[in-house]
């Protein structure tokens, strides 16, 4: 990114004048926003577009909270490829999409099975758990 775009060759004499020289400036910061926020559009509704990219931005800061919360010997785990009864975590880095629901929805349920147990196997695993009687 070290070339100026060319469509903004007909303001560069002005720009010059108003804020100095480009030297010590990039387009880079802007060039990376819009490359993120092309990324998060398919996800999210259209006609709140807006909206959409804030509460997404709102889940990926709760996302990066909850990781740096858990404990340092579960995000070095590395990934397996068998999931196990006893070990239902997921990495940080393993995203199951869902799809869009609204708010007054109760639940989403992925459609993924990448991740899946059995329920009878998780019941019978924490049969003794209080909270599941």
């Known amino acids: 990114m070290s070339t100026i775009k060319l469509h903004g060759l007909g303001d560069y004499a ?3 004048r108003e804020h100095g020289t480009t030297d010590n400036s990039s387009t ?4 990376l926003a819009h490359r993120r926020v092309k ?9 709140q577009f807006t909206l959409g990219i804030a509460k ?3 889940r990926q800061r709760i996302l ?3 990781h740096q919360r858990a404990p340092k010997s579960s995000r070095k785990r590395r990934r397996s490829t068998v999931n196990t009864v006893d070990t239902p975590w997921l990495q940080f880095d393993d995203v199951e999409e869902l799809p869009e629901g609204s708010p007054d929805q ?6 993924d099975v990448r991740h899946g147990i059995t329920i009878s196997e998780w019941l019978s695993e924490y049969k003794d758990d209080p909270a599941i009687k």
């Open 64 to 66: 990066q909270k909850m």
């Open 28 to 31: 880079q910061i802007g060039e």
């Open 14 to 16: 002005e720009t010059i």
């Open 39 to 47: 990324r998060i559009f398919p996800v999210i509704q259209k006609s």
């Open 106 to 111: 109760h639940h989403i349920i992925a459609m």
């Open 56 to 58: 997404y931005e709102q």
